[in-house]
């Protein structure tokens, strides 16, 4: 039954992907750079898009974004997402320009002035997102047991006018918070109320490690109960990181298949070789890599052996070097500046074989 809250959803037609239905969970993110910063973007798209990014959303704030949008549309290989706050005319722009969605607040936009850009929207046929967070609700209290009705009341009066104006087939919804727990009670709720699309998300979950911690806390609970259709870890730090965040939330919970896993020991007083300068060299490779396979670093010849012959190409630390195996059969042993190369080698190959069976 749970699977079927995902499924049941709407099919929303975003450039050439498609978010909702039985269709895979796509990873999106948000450029830090200002859009009207168009050769920065541009490279910005290039990269995430070789990352195996789906969706990219840019901030638009005044008129120089809203021309530059345009240009990066036409350079980008991913749908590019707007992101308008205020105002009906640089919403309207934007859809001008070709983005493929656009993601607004109803927190701060007019009924009236909805009205117009949902006319506009239905022309181009562009998907529209209703995101609503906790920093746009003036009754909003985190711990208030009202809290989850200040965002449904705002979200039925909203979805509301797209239904008046027979233009909510094209809809997405968010409903964030920087609380892990009301974010999944959030979510939960909508998946059985409405049949739109869901971008999940934990806004301002802070930097690195412990945004990710608390992002996950809500969204792993909610991916393995069948709900959601995009989602955004949203960090206090570069999109990129955000991107590979979600590559690896969602391929350890084996709802993309297409991104290599990287295994790697915490190392302890036995290791003798520098296994956190390896395992950061690979990951910059594979982060850029598709396939479905293991790589695994372990630090030691005690424990490294049993994971290292798990994977597709695991290495076991010893004194200067690394015993090698390839799944599970035992290779050379190279020294630890050799071993990187001989990686590389490998991956490509990997990279390949899976492409074939694909
Ligand atoms: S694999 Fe070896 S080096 Fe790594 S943590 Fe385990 S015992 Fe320590």
Do not use: W
């Not at 959803?9 to 910063?37: A, C, E, R």
């Not at 449904?152 to 809809?171: A, G, H, R, V």
């Not at 919804?173 to 892990?180: C, E, G, H, R």
């Not at 630090?299 to 015993?323: Q, R, T, W, Y």
């Amino acid at each position: 039954m749970e699977n079927n809250l995902r499924s049941r959803t709407n099919k929303v037609k975003i450039k050439d992907k498609i978010l909702g239905g039985s269709n895979q969970v796509l990873i999106q993110t948000m450029s830090k750079t200002k859009t009207s910063l168009i050769d920065e973007n541009i490279a910005l798209c290039d990269d995430l898009y070789k990352r195996g990014c789906d969706l990219l959303r840019l901030s638009v704030l005044d008129e120089e974004d809203a021309k530059a949008l345009s240009y990066i549309v036409d350079q980008s290989k991913m749908p590019i997402i707007a992101d308008i706050h205020f105002s009906k005319n640089l919403a309207i722009k934007a859809i001008e320009s070709g983005v493929a969605k656009i993601r607004i607040n109803p927190g701060n936009m007019k009924k009236d002035d909805l009205k117009e850009v949902i006319h506009v929207a239905k022309i181009y046929n562009v998907a529209i997102r209703i995101g609503i967070n906790s920093g746009c609700l003036d009754t909003y209290r985190e711990k208030d047991p009202k809290a989850m009705n200040s965002y449904f009341s705002l979200l039925d009066q909203t979805i509301n006018i797209f239904k008046e104006n027979d233009y909510d087939q094209n809809l997405v919804l968010a409903l964030k918070s920087t609380d892990p727990e009301l974010t999944y009670n959030l979510y939960r709720s909508a998946a059985n109320i409405y049949k739109y699309p869901l971008h999940l998300g934990v806004t301002e979950t802070g930097y690195g490690i412990m945004g990710m911690a608390r992002t996950c806390s809500a969204l792993v609970p909610l991916l393995k109960e069948g709900i959601g259709n995009t989602i955004r870890i949203t960090l206090t730090d570069s999109p990129q990181e955000e991107v590979e965040a979600c590559k690896s939330l969602l391929t350890s919970l084996g709802l993309r298949n297409e991104f290599p896993t990287l295994i790697s020991c915490p190392t302890c007083g036995r290791t003798k070789v520098d296994v956190s300068l390896l395992v950061r060299k690979v990951q910059d490779l594979i982060a850029h890599t598709r396939g479905d396979f293991k790589v695994a670093i372990m630090g030691c010849p005690v424990n490294g052996p049993g994971e290292a012959k798990n994977a597709d190409i695991g290495l076991a630390g010893l004194n200067d070097s690394f015993m090698i195996f390839e799944k599970g059969e035992k290779g050379p042993i190279l020294k630890e500046e050799e071993a990187f190369t001989y990686l590389k080698k490998k991956i490509a190959i990997l990279s390949k074989r899976s492409h074939i069976v694909k």
